[in-house]
């Protein structure tokens, strides 16, 4: 019985690999001391069972020849009910051990009993005009209808309705009106020769029914179109999805549900990638537009330059993608990266160019001092049509460039240097905003954000609302999520931010905030010293046609009355007195002057200032007088939340603890743009064709109302992707 004592202690769970837990996460949640995430479970023991061994020699034998047969029998009758009897114990006491150590299930939060929102999953052949549209939105006060299936489905029109249509929302560059102000803006191409011009987007002039509205943020505010959808061939097509790569294409959908996707192929034609070169279709476009972009020119009798009309000057933005050796560029992505280059370079007549900012990991390599190991390096690691729009750096390159040392940081959480990409990603972009001045902006973008919508769009409608906006207020309705079904239009936000400002009793913020007790710092800029006027005097004037230094995508919150883990890293300030006032907004994707750069490099450089990246430029601004704005892009939920309620949890705290930017972040993980946010990849994956939770894929959307069309969405993290979508 030594045996059957020794057995009962054994685990068949031991035989698992033990769990890989997340990466170190912004905040760690009460219900989960390891990664912060409430939905994981915790990993069983990583001991194995040791593999027998072989004891003795021949004594262990069997000596068949002088056992009868009866003998034997009842020897092996007996060795299985001992070895049975033996296992049956091991895997009782091993149930009763896994039971005993698994943890109690977890308590839902609440939004998880809000209903589920599926009118997302309705799809192509489902479309209606906008005039016939009802979003499944029920704000919790009914249960929302289900996403078309069944019979309803085979009553449906085998294809779409609607026809898709180009896309274009540039101003229409060949009017008179445009040409009376501006240059002309001459046509690119994907190639030197000019054969292949940039090609053009489409669109769906409808929606399908029941499609959800977005909680957060606004379309109409922000002059986004709404009316309008992009299934992944009128988005793709033309960046080579959908076809193969014997015609230029990469396969992408072939085998997906397609009806009614030639129409898309009969405008866009196929268009042959294999040989395009990004840089140099970028270059040549900058220069057939170069004055466009050189300043006021007098235009007509140059003898009368008194009356002479002007040209206005276009400036230029750099779209700076943040990459990393070892990086997969899957086929999605490239799909989604030459959609970027095309429309906001070269259908903008060169507004914009895109750069790849590529992190190498490896300090050994000395991609500053040769130049065959500099592109030998980016050849190994950047697809070859993205090789001239890539710039090299690494870490030690910034050890070089803003040299120690960094001192008196309040508190490290991170545990890395001060020039780990991790706590200061912000030195690469002032480096490269120092080599390339020829930018006015900068939009810091990072590789697991996905669009469904047109980027020249996005970027264009963004810096134009942010331009409008008055600094009145700014700061204070920048910290707040904007809900357009529960705070009207965005002139009632402002005068509800205004009365709840002056109800806490709170001093706005009006000009540059740098009277904090501390030593060594910089002036802000002259023309943000001084505010023109008091607060209380200003109509909303001061800021209205300004551009924004800074431009981010969730709110700009007051880290000191957060728990958010990293509110104090701060570093470089005289720790006997108290922490500056700072900003941050979570996630790093952003556009900034280069003025704000300017003031971030000199407060690194000369002043050793800096802060955790998300922390950084908020505070810059805020110290500095610059002007910062949260824009309120559209932003989904997968539950059915009711408005007030999201109000108070989103915008009003009773505690720290319960901000949404600290373990109050579970509240959007069921949104499409969070760094934690599960709904967004979930949502893009199904929006591609593909299967997520065992729901969607080809099947479902050929038995069902076809493959789903979309608003114009902002995706974040999007982690995976796969290449089929079957």
């Known amino acids: ?37 409430p939905f994981s479970t915790s990993p069983p023991n990583q001991d194995h069972w040791l593999s027998p061994k072989r004891i003795g020699g021949d004594r262990w034998r069997m000596r068949v020849c002088r056992t009868s047969p009866v003998r034997l029998l009842l020897f092996a009758v007996t060795l299985v009910l001992l070895f049975a009897l033996l296992a049956a114990g091991a895997y009782r006491v091993g149930k009763e051990r896994e039971l005993k150590n698994k943890p109690a299930p977890r308590e839902l939060f609440a939004w998880e009993h809000f209903s589920r929102l599926n009118g997302y999953y309705n799809g192509i052949r489902s479309l209606v005009p906008i005039s016939q549209y009802m979003p499944d939105n029920r704000y919790n006060a009914s249960v929302p209808p289900q996403p078309v299936s069944g019979e309803d489905a085979i009553s449906l029109p085998m294809t779409p309705l609607l026809n898709p249509e180009p896309f274009s929302p540039y101003p229409q560059y060949d009017s008179e009106e445009y040409l009376r102000d501006h240059f002309k803006v001459e046509t690119c191409y994907l190639d030197e020769a000019s054969k292949t011009p940039a090609p053009e987007t489409y669109a769906y002039p409808g929606l399908p029914q029941h499609m959800s509205v977005p909680f957060l943020g606004s379309y109409k505010e922000l002059g986004l179109t709404d009316s309008k959808c992009f299934d992944r061939y009128s988005r793709f097509a033309p960046y080579g999805y959908g076809y193969n790569a014997s015609a230029g294409g990469l396969g992408l959908g072939n085998h997906s549900e397609k009806a009614g996707s030639e129409r898309v192929f009969a405008q ?50 750099a779209y700076v ?6 990086y997969y560029y899957n086929d999605h992505q490239i799909v989604s990266l030459r959609a970027m280059i095309n429309e906001l370079s070269l259908r903008s007549g060169g507004e914009y160019d895109v750069h790849f900012l590529v992190h190498i990991k490896d300090d050994s390599i000395p991609i500053w001092a040769d130049a ?20 090299l750096w690494s870490e030690a390159q910034m050890m070089e460039y803003y040299p120690g040392p960094f001192t008196d940081n309040v508190a490290n959480m991170a545990g890395s240097s001060i020039h780990s990409v991790y706590r200061s990603a912000h030195f690469a972009l002032q480096w490269f905003a120092q080599q390339h001045p020829e930018y006015e902006f900068y939009w810091n973008w990072e590789m697991d954000i996905r669009y469904t919508g047109h980027y020249y769009e996005l970027n264009d409608r963004i810096g134009a609302w942010a331009r409008q906006q008055p600094r009145k207020g700014l700061w204070e309705r920048s910290e707040r999520f904007y809900i357009p079904g529960h705070h009207g239009d965005w002139t009632d936000f402002t005068q509800m931010v205004e009365h709840e400002t002056q109800e806490r009793g709170e001093g706005p913020v009006w000009g540059p905030v740098n009277d904090f007790e501390n030593t060594g710092m910089l002036p802000p800029p002259d023309a943000t010293a001084h505010p023109p006027r008091q607060y209380h005097e200003d109509n909303f004037e001061w ?40 900003r941050a907004a979570i996630v790093t994707v952003a556009r900034l002057s280069s003025r704000l750069l300017s003031v971030m490099h000199e407060e690194t450089w000369r002043m050793k200032h800096t802060m955790f990246p998300e922390m950084w430029p908020p505070t810059v601004c805020l110290h500095h007088g610059l002007k910062a704005v949260y824009a309120p892009h559209p932003i989904y939920f997968d539950h059915d939340w009711p408005l007030d309620y999201m109000d108070r949890v989103f915008n009003h705290p009773q505690a720290e603890h319960e901000s949404p930017f ?7 993980f069921g949104s499409s743009f969070y760094y934690s946010s599960g709904f967004s990849g979930a949502l893009w994956r199904r929006w591609l064709g593909q299967q997520e939770n065992g729901e969607g894929g080809a099947r479902s959307e050929k038995a069902g109302s076809g493959r789903m069309c979309l608003r114009s969405t902002l995706f974040h993290p999007i982690k995976h992707e796969t290449n089929s979508a079957d």
Request: glycine share 8%; hydrophobic share 30%.
């Open 543 to 582: 800021g209205v046609g300004e551009d924004a230094d800074l431009i981010v995508f969730n709110p700009i919150f007051k880290p000191n009355m957060t728990n958010w883990v990293f509110r104090l890293d701060v570093t470089g300030y005289n720790l006997s007195c108290p922490v500056p006032p700072r």
């Open 662 to 668: 600290g373990w109050g972040e579970h509240n959007l």
């Open 372 to 391: 065959a190991t500099y592109q030998q390096t980016l050849e190994a690691n950047v697809p070859r049509e993205f090789w001239n729009i890539s710039t």
């Open 1 to 37: 019985m030594r045996s059957a004592s020794r057995l009962k202690h054994l685990n068949p769970l031991r035989l698992l690999p033990r769990l890989q837990s997340a990466r170190y996460p912004y905040e760690r949640l009460p219900l989960d001391s390891r990664n912060g995430s």
């Open 321 to 326: 993608l943040r990459t990393w050796s070892g």
């Open 268 to 317: 866009s034609g196929l268009v042959d990638y294999r040989k395009v070169d990004w840089g140099t279709a970028q270059r040549i476009c900058y220069e057939k537009n170069r004055e466009r972009f050189e300043g006021d020119i007098k235009v007509g009798d140059q003898n009368d330059t008194a009356t002479a009309p002007k040209k206005k000057k276009i400036g230029r933005q």
